[in-house]
């Protein structure tokens, strides 16, 4: 009996965490990572199928669909040089371009101006790959001020990107870094 109510309780818990983190609206719920401080918003209509807003990775799921959104993040050494990576990694992705791997690529920096500085928040670059033998996906590939690396995707099977493009670009465009 007692390990069913410790196991309840931390259900309980987790399923508070989770809306504590959330604030829902007519556009859908926006989500705080309060660990590395950045927001996103899913439509209504999805669901979580791992994860919780304040862990290194979380994945959603448009039902009845294939529709998939995931995040997932890790700490990079001071020392690794993120602006020469994203450099070179949106180099490559626009080369694919030409090769039929992507049908976009861009730099995508998270800058803010405050106090009239410009901050930079995150350094990346954003693709949408061509889908040849799987998921057609948008990525964000990121790293924030502390140097964590971020992967941001959302996806669709080839044959449902064209329809669910908008909302999953909606999605990644979401994605919020905070001071």
């Known amino acids: 009996m007692k390990r069913f109510l410790i196991r309840d309780a931390a259900l309980a818990l987790l399923v508070l965490l989770t809306f504590v983190a959330a604030e829902a609206s007519a556009e859908?719920?926006?989500?705080?990572?309060?660990?590395?401080?950045?927001t996103f918003t899913i439509p209504q209509g999805w669901e979580i199928t791992s994860g919780t807003p304040d862990s290194e990775n979380m994945v959603f799921r448009k039902t009845g669909t294939t529709q998939h959104f995931m995040y997932q993040y890790t700490p990079l050494g001071s020392s690794f040089p993120a602006e020469a990576s994203v450099k070179a990694s949106l180099k490559s992705a626009l080369e694919d371009i030409k090769l039929g791997k992507n049908i976009a690529?861009?730099?995508?920096?998270?800058?803010?101006?405050?106090?009239?500085?410009?901050?930079?928040?995150?350094?990346g670059w954003e693709l949408i790959?061509?889908?040849?033998?799987g998921p057609q996906r948008i990525i964000w590939q990121c790293y924030d001020r502390e140097n964590f690396y971020f992967n941001f995707m959302a996806s669709s099977e080839a044959n449902e990107f064209a329809a669910a493009r908008p909302e999953l670009q909606k999605i990644i465009d979401s994605i919020k870094f905070l001071e």
């Open 28 to 38: 859908g719920t926006t989500y705080t990572n309060t660990q590395r401080k950045f």
């Open 105 to 123: 690529a861009k730099r995508r920096d998270d800058v803010k101006k405050i106090n009239n500085k410009t901050v930079l928040y995150a350094r």
């Open 129 to 133: 790959d061509a889908g040849k033998g």
